[in-house]
């Protein structure tokens, strides 16, 4: 019998419907009528075969049949669902977070590092990155790289100068950034390797943007939006505000002519108002920046209505951006996922069993979300034998991901989603691990496949 399949969902579009396979991800449009038509077929004893389709509606469906959206047998959407978890990458370490300093100057109120909680910022260390540490801890990333087997060119390597605020160790970063510079031509593996360094802008002065445009850092600058409100998470220890400092870094990057990219948390007051981005792009020439949806904590917990609104103020922000030609990393990844019909089995590197955190005393993790207390800190860089992609650790880390997961079978985002973040799903509820849903994350995922959905179908249409 012909049936539809059980990942198959339906959009209502007006004066069409679009069904979709979560998993083959291909919309079919179909005109109301066409489906009246097929439910119509499906709901008598005719559907036995797709041969035996009505001719009026037979192109549609065997344009159905060829996105798996009607199964012709009950084994189709169990083999599909096995297809694709067979295709769930295994780990391969290509990105690495070195944190120059777990100390900060800042002590936002959304941390989710724990900067905004004397508990856990009594847990920071107190001891830079040395140089003899950040030496060895190029050496174990280009280890790890190597152990990885992984094809650079397609999959450039990526060291993220981080914290705390990386940027208290400047010397540090010269030396590791100068170094890597001076590998590249010995070291294959990281002849394409990107550098950046995330930071809070304060420490950043001419010299500093200068010598790190020469060492090819990019600079990505945390900032809220263009207004006091937008920031006012943002605040140095001593509580006060920081937001018109950071506007003289970013006014001097720009009498520099020195691109820098944005690191935009998505605070309530930010989400308020979709002009304040625009203007920040507008005026400093941004080309590139990225949105955190905030995260909750023990210490920091978030009202249910901010998941709907941070998703929708991320789609309403994408269809002005792209009019600039901008494009914001959290959408285009899902974008992409969608536009080649291709499983996006991992949102962050850390799911996806690629990424490795160094710690300034050279301690091994998976995720800087856990910096505070240690977990899933499982190596240290003088472990010679120690594999990253061979250790359970990252091997399960690698595992997470929304097809394996049996609350996200029903979904429809199931194949653009990648799952959130599995610190953020852990910290939601007590008793949940880091293999519980992220459920702040899935507004985001599902309001996102029903943007693309719809807007697939007003560019076909234009
Ligand atoms: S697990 Fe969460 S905090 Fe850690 S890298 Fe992934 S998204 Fe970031
Ligand atoms: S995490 Fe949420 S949005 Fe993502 S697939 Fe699972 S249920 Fe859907």
Known sequence: MVNISRFTHIYDLGDAVALYHSLRMKPVYLTKNAFKGLQAWLASPFCDKIENAPEKIRTEIHELTKFKILTQNEFEDDKVLQFVKSKIPAPAVNVCYMILSEQCNLACKYCFLGNNDSAKRGNFLREDMSPEIANRAIDFFIRQIKASGLDVEGNKPVLIFYGGEPMINFKVLELVAARINKLRKKEQCIHNIEMSVVTNGLLLDQEKVRKLHDLGVAIAISVDGFSEKANSMRVDVAGQP???????????????????????????????????????????????????????????????????????????????????????????????????????????????????????????????????????????????????????????????????HQECMNCPALGICGGGCPINAMHLKSGNTIHSIDERFCAHSKKTLEFFIKDLYRIINE
């Open 242 to 404: 920081v937001f018109l400092r950071i506007l003289e870094k970013l006014n001097m990057c720009k009498a520099m002519g020195v691109d820098v990219s944005l690191s935009v948390t998505l605070s309530e007051e930010t989400i308020r108002n979709t002009k304040d981005i625009l203007k920040l792009v507008d005026v400093y020439g941004i080309k590139a920046f990225g949105f955190n949806i905030m995260m909750s904590s023990d210490t920091f917990v978030l009202p249910h209505s901010y998941n709907e609104a941070a998703a929708k103020f991320i789609i309403d922000e994408f269809i002005e951006l792209r009019k600039r030609g901008i494009y914001e990393d959290r959408m285009m990844r899902k974008l992409k996922s969608f536009t080649n019909a291709q499983i996006y089995f991992s949102d962050c590197a850390a799911t996806a069993g690629g990424q490795i955190v160094i710690a300034p005393n050279g301690q091994v993790g998976i995720c800087h979300g856990c910096l505070h207390n240690k977990q899933y800190f499982i190596a240290h860089i003088d472990d010679d034998n120690f594999v990253a992609v061979k250790d359970k650790n990252f091997i399960e880390w690698s595992q997470i991901t929304p097809v394996n």
